[in-house]
């Protein structure tokens, strides 16, 4: 299992977990970790659109900033942004500013206040039955049948800028799947985080 590291902690982890501090604490205590909320949902869901062409490491460090920005992410307050808000945002060096991107996490949230099953219901749908650990990183796929018609059908209902890697990422992170590698000391609870 060379997809393995054991940290000075004595504790075996996914090797991209153990890669810098930020990365171990996301990957023990968040990734892969059944989460729910509607508001906690949308959150991650930006944050994965965000993160398109970069690395998740920035997004991380920036988790934070983009917090403040967004009003945590509350997405009743989210869906009533306006030209103002679009362009404090884009002024907000704290976050990735994409305007194409701030546009979107703003027509999502409109789009998910909308839904009249939740976000949370809507997404986790879609969460295939479970399956064995990965043996190592190679067999972790970018996307999956069900990340697919996760994507589909969130374009169907007007999301943006979640494709079938973005929806399978999101999968990952929010334990609708568990990638943690076999041998991995991480646990994901199944009780999930309401948020």
Request: glycine fraction near 10%.
């Amino acid at each position: 299992m060379t997809d393995l590291v054991i940290g000075a902690d004595g504790l075996a982890r996914c090797a991209w977990g153990a890669s810098t501090p930020d990365y171990a604490v996301y990957h023990d205590t968040e990734w892969g970790h059944p989460l729910r909320g509607d508001d906690a949902l949308y959150e991650r869901i930006t944050l994965e659109a965000f993160q398109s062409g970069l690395s998740w490491l920035t997004i991380l460090r920036k988790r934070s900033a983009f917090r403040r920005a967004f009003d945590d992410f509350r997405i009743a307050t989210v869906a009533g942004y306006g030209e103002a808000e679009v362009a404090r945002l884009l002024a907000d060096a704290g976050i990735v500013r994409n305007r194409a991107k701030i546009e979107a996490a703003i027509a999502n949230a409109r789009v998910a206040l909308e839904l009249p099953e939740g976000l949370s219901a809507l997404l986790w749908s879609f969460a295939p039955a479970g399956r064995a650990r990965p043996a190592s990183h190679a067999e972790v796929p970018a996307l999956t049948d069900a990340s697919t018609e996760m994507a589909r059908a969130l374009k169907k209902r007007g999301f943006r800028f979640v494709g079938p890697t973005t929806a399978y990422a999101l999968m990952q992170a929010t334990g609708m799947v568990d990638d943690h590698l076999e041998g991995c000391h991480v646990v994901p609870s199944g009780a999930g985080v309401m948020g």
